[in-house]
Nanobody, 125 residues
Framework: QVQLVESGGGLVQAGGSLRLSCTAS????????LGWFRQAPGKEREFVAG????????DYGDSVKGRFSISRDNAKNTVWLQMNSLRPEDTAVYYC??????????????????WGRGTQVTVSS
């Protein structure tokens, strides 16, 4: 069983930055693909970013490319999402996710085995 705890969400003005963190416990962190999804009210969950087990490969959703960056530290069991140039449409609950038993990143929510409880990000205009 893997537990994921996100932190770092909050209220920020448009154009600002936030850094989300997610710390995992209960599993072999360095073997897992990690990622972030988000969900805004009334919308489906959206892939934000993913990173391979060793951190050499990343993938981003089209709406965040060039603004967001994902990174990880396997020694600290932690993954981060650096969010820059935030826009009101980035407002959502952000979820940290784990994908086991594969080396590939997927943008499909069903491809991830464990989800955190989420952290709220609100961007004001």
């Amino acid at each position: 069983q893997v537990q994921l705890v996100e932190s770092g969400g909050g209220l920020v003005q448009a154009g600002g930055s936030l850094r989300l963190s997610c710390t995992a416990s209960g599993g072999t962190f360095s073997f897992y693909v990690l990622g972030w999804f988000r969900q805004a009210p009334g919308k489906e969950r959206e892939f934000v970013a993913g990173i391979s087990a060793a951190g050499r490969s990343t993938d981003y959703g089209d709406s965040v490319k060039g603004r967001f960056s994902i990174s990880r530290d396997n020694a600290k069991n932690t993954v981060w999402l650096q969010m820059n140039s935030l826009r009101p449409e980035d407002t959502a609950v952000y979820y940290c996710v784990v994908r086991r038993f594969t080396t590939s990143i997927t943008q499909a929510p069903a491809g991830y085995d464990y989800w955190g409880r989420g952290t709220q990000v609100t961007v004001s205009s």
